[in-house]
């Protein structure tokens, strides 16, 4: 079944290309508005030593991003599970901090960490740090009763209930939270580059569009979508064959 979808997928990138190539060349849209696809092609193959070397710039930002913001987005949700007032009086500010856009932040970012990765992957670390939060707190909070209960009849300690009674009920809605995190990782990372940098997809980017090369910006931008898709994906299998008990508590 996951050959046929793939195949699906293929055949639908495909026509979908074909509707671009055919727009472009019978609206004659102007390169710098709509390049067609084998100009994009193009820059793929020629400008590939170019194009990996930022890449892989944008793949270390979000992969340090990503993996310091889950861990401290674990370590948070385990802290507010553990105190009532504690969480009282975290919650209402994380909210809050949602509510400031990235773009207000990244320049003081930038400013305080300066123009290296530490203020890309700071920003990819701010992005991501909610929703693994949340999501894990939510999880630890909605324990099956029964699973309690049952912990409690065998006297278990309260830590030892926190990681072996709660903490692996709520796998399953950090998972969520992770998938969340990995699909929008990249936004951060990109938005830090976008502000201040002098390396990464962002930046080519960025200098690619003042510059009018509009076909090596769409290259670019085509990388980052590969990067996103191929981080999802792969984050959701092992996700799907590191918690296997997840189709039960559906």
């Not at 002098?198 to 590969?226: C, K, P």
Request: hydrophobic content about 60%; glycine content about 6%.
């Amino acid at each position: 079944m996951k050959v046929i979808s793939l195949i699906k997928v293929a055949f639908l990138a495909l026509f979908l290309l074909i509707c671009w190539q055919s727009a472009v060349s019978f609206f004659a849209i102007p390169h710098y508005m709509l390049p067609p696809p084998t100009d994009i092609l193009t820059q793929l193959t020629s400008r590939y030593d170019l194009l990996w070397q930022h890449a892989q710039v944008t793949m270390l930002e979000i992969g340090l991003g990503l993996s310091l913001g889950v861990i401290l987005g674990l370590i948070s949700a385990l802290l507010l599970s553990l105190s009532p007032h504690l969480s009282a009086l975290l919650l209402p500010l994380l909210v809050i901090s949602q509510a400031i856009p990235v773009f207000a932040i990244a320049p003081l970012l930038v400013l305080w960490f300066g123009y290296g990765l530490a203020s890309k992957i700071a920003m990819t670390i701010l992005i991501i740090y909610f929703p693994v939060t949340a999501a894990c707190y939510d999880g630890l909070r909605n324990t099956p009763m029964q699973w309690l209960e049952l912990a409690k009849t065998m006297k278990t300690s309260p830590i030892a209930m926190l990681f072996k009674v709660r903490l692996p009920a709520a796998l399953p809605s950090f998972a969520s939270g992770l998938r969340i995190a990995v699909s929008v990782a990249p936004i951060g990372a990109i938005v830090g580059e976008w502000v201040g940098s002098s390396q990464g997809l962002g930046y080519l980017m960025l200098h690619a569009n003042a510059r009018m090369q509009v076909d090596l910006m769409f290259s670019a931008l085509f990388i980052l979508m590969l990067i996103s898709l191929t981080l999802y994906f792969s984050v959701d299998y092992l996700l799907n064959r590191w918690i296997p008990w997840i189709r039960y508590l559906k």
